[in-house]
């Protein structure tokens, strides 16, 4: 069926939406921009996800490198601890063999008993010098691995970031092809719609997009939910224009429940 408007032309849109005049408009039309509407929002959603999922995998190209500069940070460190506990234990063993050469020219028994102490007490802490410069070393080779596996990791996030990168791109230049599309099935669309109630459409497609058309469902708005009368449901059968009385949504009947 055509689209006709029949207010008087000194009626606006707002006043006209709030009277009982009738608009004739096809449900098909209605059926035809929600379902236009929704696949632009749908393309818009997916064109969006794109920046979101290249920004998610930058965040774990950054978490692997920090994580990197952390474990070699941590490398270094332990490096230079066991570096300066060998040293510490090479002063303690060039004392221990001063120690020993006084020991063996000590000039009285309680000389010699005090040197013999001390080498034995620097002994004791040279042991206990021995088993932390293993640890530390230890630790040292665990680092170097995990150095190589950070790295690793590393380079694999940068990997799937490059591919993500380019995926998304070649799917984004896709699905704006395909935007552009549906938006000139829009404009085309939308020339036949009734010039009273351009105004108004356009206002509220602006403001919720695909949400300013619903079908019914159950006798009920789709988008609300609100329960609609009879006397509403039976001008919708005769095709005229009918907004939701709670939530203003322009209505429209499911294609199986067409008479």
Do not use: W
């Amino acid at each position: 069926m055509s689209c006709r408007a029949f207010p008087s032309p000194s009626i606006t849109a707002s006043e006209y939406m709030s009277s009982d005049t009738k608009i004739e408009i096809s449900t098909g039309l209605l059926r035809k921009l929600h379902r236009i509407h929704r696949q632009r929002t749908d393309l818009n959603g997916q064109i969006g996800r794109g920046p979101r999922q290249i920004a998610a995998g930058e965040a774990l190209v950054a978490k692997a490198d920090s994580e990197l500069h952390r474990v070699k940070e941590l490398l270094i460190k332990s490096t230079m601890l066991s570096d300066e506990k060998q040293l510490q234990l090479k002063s303690r063993e060039a004392q221990i063999e001063q120690l020993q050469t006084k020991l063996n020219s000590a000039a009285s028994n309680r000389e010699f008993n005090l040197l013999k102490e001390q080498i034995a007490a620097d002994k004791q802490a040279n042991s206990v010098l021995s088993d932390e410069i293993l640890e530390a070393m230890d630790s040292i080779d665990r680092l170097e691995t995990q150095v190589q596996e950070v790295s690793t990791e590393l380079k694999k996030q940068k990997s799937d970031q490059q591919k993500r990168i380019s995926d998304v791109e070649t799917k984004t230049a896709e699905l704006e092809a395909e935007l552009e599309r549906v938006d000139a099935e829009l404009i085309e669309t939308e020339k036949v719609i009734p010039a009273a109630i351009m105004v108004e459409y356009r206002r509220v497609i602006k403001a919720r997009g695909e949400d300013a058309l619903a079908p019914v469902e159950d006798e009920s708005c789709g988008g609300c939910y609100q329960v609609l009368t009879t006397q509403y449901i039976d001008r919708l059968r005769m095709s005229m224009l009918i907004r939701c009385p709670n939530c203003h949504t322009f209505l429209y009947l499911p294609e199986q429940t067409q008479p």
